[in-house]
């Protein structure tokens, strides 16, 4: 069965402080990822993409692949409270377009 | 870019009515929409992936016959919940995926959803 696993947390970072968020995913052809963000109550939004080994930035974001463990992972530097939130893992692991969901992880920056 | 309307973003309303959810993507074509039920503290569910010109896919254990999804156009997917009792009280949210033949490579964009409350 093809999985994408998260812990779900709740995380809680200092503000100021580096998050780090993680994720593994069973299917080693998977292609494509991604980073959501849900605040409570709302639907969630995507914050970044990565396709290829390696890292990618995006003004605080850090997307970091591996697709050698099977692992991909968000940075966030500098947190913020507004950074509180759920932030999904979601991964494409064939062709028809659906994306395998991670459950989520809860990050709670503390002022 | 890459925009996507949900409507209404709440519903209430009694125990056997249907209720139609509209979802549109503004700025770009979807041959591929998403249909998504969360309950409270839950993880999203995917309940069918809704294809334009043909039937929807539905996932193991959503019953077609309650949930009818027509996606008449490219721009255009529609949810019916027919019958609706207080169990299908729950946050619905739909996506939408632009165009990249061949690769899976693009994003899905989510609608604002829908909360609906059936008493």
């Known amino acids: 069965q093809k999985e994408v696993e998260q812990n779900s947390g709740p995380l809680s970072v200092p503000e100021g402080a580096i998050a780090s968020l993680n994720c593994t995913y069973s299917d080693r052809v998977s292609q494509s990822f991604f980073w959501y963000r849900q605040y409570s109550g709302k639907s969630p939004e995507l914050i970044m993409s990565?396709?290829s080994n390696g890292d990618k930035e995006d003004g605080r974001f850090t997307a970091q692949l591996n697709k050698a463990s099977q692992y991909v992972s968000l940075l966030i530097r500098d947190s913020q409270p507004s950074d509180s939130a759920t932030y999904l893992c979601a991964v494409n692991m064939d062709s028809n377009y659906q994306l395998i969901w991670g459950a989520g992880t809860k990050l709670i920056i503390k002022p | 870019g890459a925009v996507v309307s949900q409507h209404p973003s709440w519903v209430i309303c009694k125990s056997g009515t249907s209720v139609k959810i509209e979802c549109r993507s503004l700025?770009?074509?979807?041959?591929?929409m998403f249909w998504y039920r969360q309950f409270p503290k839950q993880s999203l569910m995917l309940m069918a992936t809704s294809n334009e010109g043909s039937k929807a896919t539905y996932e193991q254990g959503v019953e077609k016959d309650k949930f009818l999804i027509n996606h008449a156009s490219l721009t255009l997917s529609t949810l019916t919940v027919t019958s609706a009792h207080p169990e299908d009280s729950s946050f619905y949210i739909c996506s939408a995926r632009p165009p990249a033949p061949g690769t899976s490579n693009q994003p899905q964009h989510f609608g604002d959803g829908t909360r609906l409350s059936i008493l």
């Open positions: 990565i396709y």
């Open positions: 700025d770009f074509q979807a041959t591929t």
